[in-house]
Structures are given as C-alpha cells and as structure tokens.
C-alpha cells in the first residue's frame, strides 16, 4: 500500500507541474470537461457503489480534506463528502493505533532460571501444587503471580493442582531408599536334575546383596533360620532398615515375618503378579542368572553355595552398579588419576573368579 501511495503521488505531482503554464481558460475547460465525464459515469453506474482501493481512499482523503465542508458539497464526486471525511479519521485512526501498538505483546516472558526453579520444586515435592510452589518462592524473595506458575507447570505437562494425598509407590521407594529392604526366592536346577532354592535380600540404598542360603526344601525352620541369621547380620552391620519387600510366595512362613517385626523392621508385600514392585530384586534375579546361574553347571547344594559365595563378594567388592552411579556396595571409586604419566605407564592385573566366570581388574602394587 506505501509502495502504491507514493507512486500515486509522484504521478500526481507531475501533473500538477503540467497544469502550471496553462492559462485559466485552459484549465476551466479541463474540469468542466472532467465533470462531465464524472456525469456519464454516475449515469452508467446507476446508483451502483464504486469500490476504491484502500490506496485510493488514502490519496483522496488527504487531497480534499483540508477544502471546507460546503466546496466538498459543490464538487462532483463518486462519493459522498462526509465518506471522504471518514476515510481520514480513519487515517487518522489507524495511525494512533499503529503508534500506540506495544512493541512486545502480552507479559514479559519469565525468566529461565524462575522456570527451572518452579521446576525443581514441583518435582521435588511431589505434594505440592502451584500455590504452595508459589508460597515459596515468595519466601525466596521471587515475585512471580500464581498464574505464572501454573503456566509453568502446565507448559512442563506437570500437573499444578493435583491430587497428591496418597503417596505413590515410586514415592515410597525414593524416600525410604536407605532403610529398604527386599527380600526373593531364585530357582535353579543342578545336573542331577534337583531343584534348588536361594533366598536372597538386597539393600536399596546400597545395592548390598545377601545370599542367605540355598536348599533344596525350604522348610517353615529353614526359612525362619535365615530370618533370623539375617537380624544378627544387620546388628552387625549397623543396618538401621525398618521395611522389607518381598512377595506372596507361599514359602514364607508367617514367623518369617513375626522375627523382622521383632526387630523393627515392617515387612511390605508385593502386588500379586506385580514384579515392578520389587523392581530393584528383581534386576539382581536378572543379573545373577545372566552372569553366574547360566555359565556354570551346578552339581550339588554345595557347589552352589560356594558359586553363590564368591559371586557374593564380586558384586559387592567389586562390580560397578548403574543406579548407585557406578559406585561399588562395599567399597568406595578410588580417587582418579590425574598423572599423565602414571596414565600413560597402566599396569592393570586381572584377577579370575569361579574359574573365569568373570573378572576383577584392578591397579598392580
């Protein structure tokens, strides 16, 4: 439209320089001439509305508006003169608009680090909604309005005003980590075809495996014995667990039970069919066959144990674990080496295990 405005006046004033050296008899003729050609073309349209271009209505409206009312009233137009009145107050208009636009719309946009704070809270928190996430960061000196918070929430597809009463089982594990326990039964077969049973428990914190024992009936007094083997060997540690996950296997006997109660600590039951919520045991299940149960052969109850044993001592003395950011159950990383040249002088020793089965590496002497 501005390209097409100015065209219009560049012509036009060139018209205007033509008109300059003519008399006053010429240019009388000229407009008279100009009506009545004005004249035909109202005949012919009879009565029909003539469509002008924004661009035109532009030009118009600033080239008769400064004539008074009544010489409007004299000229023949195409339109009516209060029309050519409104086409400049909405000029007029328009251009107070376009100059009282903000140049930003709506509210300045939050901060990042307000975002990844509210962020960290509600995720933190898991109980806690927008006013509350809101309550504190007024408390940290932030000034946000609650609806900036719910956007936040809402944008992250967090939920800001959720029903958060009841904890939920992934809750209870995260917050419970350093005093959980969980507790399994692992099947096997030796040559003989016998049919083997090993009771195990696994710190969660830790990631600390107990091989309590293996049999091939595990008896209400076996069972029971390993409970109790398994409280003195806590005392000993300094173990301060409170609950134990374990599932609804019919092996348990209810004194089971009723010996880690006596110690204080709550034993918790799994859903039926509902392995994930004995996730962390059920991994170790998973890593004990693939690295040891399914590369060795197992002749009697004794040679199981013994295998049992050692791959005891390799996962807590020794292998890394993801979920504790490879740290070992027993032993701490040592520090990293930060001489090159020790670097580039290694001289790592293997050590075999259950004749092979797996290895430790470590640093020579």
């Known amino acids: 439209m501005l390209l097409r405005l100015a065209y219009l006046g560049i012509t036009n004033a060139f018209a205007l320089l033509r008109l300059l050296p003519r008399d006053g008899r010429d240019q009388d003729i000229e407009i008279l001439s100009l009506r009545h050609q004005l004249a035909v073309l109202q005949r012919q349209l009879a009565g029909q509305p003539v469509r002008f271009e924004p661009v035109d209505r532009a030009w118009l409206a600033a080239l008769l508006h400064p004539l008074p009312r009544p010489t409007l009233r004299r000229l023949r137009l ?44 509600a995720r933190e928190n898991g109980n806690w909604g927008y006013r509350r996430v809101h309550g504190e960061l007024l408390t940290l000196g932030i000034r946000v309005a609650p609806s900036t918070v719910w956007e936040i929430l809402r944008e992250a597809g967090i939920d800001p005003a959720p029903d958060r009463a009841a904890t939920t089982w992934t809750d209870f594990l995260r917050s419970q980590a350093d005093a959980l326990l969980a507790a399994d039964f692992i099947e096997t077969v030796t040559l003989t075809g016998a049919r083997m049973y090993i009771l195990t428990v696994i710190e969660h914190a830790s990631r600390r495996i107990r091989v309590l024992g293996a049999t091939a009936h595990p008896t209400a007094a076996w069972v029971s014995q390993a409970a109790r083997n398994l409280v003195m060997d806590l005392e000993d540690a300094g173990c301060k667990a409170t609950y134990l996950i374990r599932d609804r296997d019919g092996k348990y006997p209810g004194i089971f039970d009723a010996i880690l109660a006596h110690a204080g600590i709550t034993v918790v039951l799994s859903g039926i069919q509902t392995p994930r919520m004995n996730a962390i045991m059920e991994r170790w299940v998973r890593t004990c066959r693939r690295e040891l149960l399914d590369r060795i052969l197992i002749w009697n109850q004794r040679q199981l144990l013994h295998a049992l044993r ?29 001489d090159p040249d020790q670097v580039a002088r290694l001289n790592i020793q293997r050590r075999d295990r259950l004749g092979g089965v797996f290895h430790e590496y470590e640093q020579a002497a």
């Open 78 to 121: 195409l339109v009516q003169p209060d029309t050519i009145l409104k086409w400049h107050r909405d000029l007029l208009a328009r251009r107070h608009a376009a100059v009282s636009r903000p140049r930003r719309r709506g509210r300045p946009r939050t901060l990042r680090s307000i975002r990844a704070l509210v962020l960290r809270l």
């Open 310 to 338: 050692e791959y005891e001592r390799f996962y807590n003395l020794h292998r890394p674990h993801q979920g504790i950011a490879n740290v070992r159950p027993l032993k701490p990383l040592p520090e990293p080496i930060t």
